[in-house]
């Protein structure tokens, strides 16, 4: 190696994620609640030398915070998959990144399994000025899912 790693063009992809998001959520009634609808907040800025994009997110009921997290966005060249870190208000510690792959305008993850539990995160984009999230879980080793958070968001 000569000199210090610099980004690449997989890193900058990730700028696609930076600014200021809000939106409508649609949540399905789950283990964490009886479901409902949210207004979502993201900031997104690319640091670090350009390695990761750093997101901060709030959701907010009837006017009030219910829920927060935090993430970061990266890039393993190694195994040339992309990275997301996710801490938020429920206090579990990941075991490991999600980990995804960009296929067109939409970037997928999916959380490292627990068991037969499994995650998928599918961010949409639509033009540079919108895009759509899911969650989805699946009980089963990822034979089945059901969605358990879906959102539009455009930026401010």
């Known amino acids: 190696m000569n000199g210090m790693p610099k980004p690449n063009e997989n890193h900058a992809k990730l700028a696609r994620l930076a600014g200021t998001w809000a939106g409508e959520e649609k949540m399905n009634p789950s283990p964490f609640g009886p479901g409902g609808t949210a207004v979502g907040r993201y900031t997104h800025r690319v640091d670090i030398d350009g390695f990761y994009v750093l997101q901060d997110y709030v959701q907010e ?31 579990m510690v990941p075991s490991a990144p999600s980990r995804g792959q960009w296929e067109g305008n939409v970037l997928t993850f999916e959380h490292e ?12 984009f639509i033009g540079d000025n919108a895009f759509t999230f899911k969650i989805e879980n699946s009980q089963d080793a990822g034979k089945t899912w059901s969605t358990f958070m879906t959102a539009s968001y455009k930026k401010l």
């Open 113 to 124: 399994p627990m068991g037969d539990r499994r995650g998928r995160y599918t961010y949409e």
């Open 61 to 91: 009921k009837s006017g009030r915070i219910s829920y927060r997290g935090h993430g970061i966005f990266g890039y393993d060249t190694e195994r040339k998959t992309f990275t997301w870190y996710w801490v938020d208000s429920f206090g």
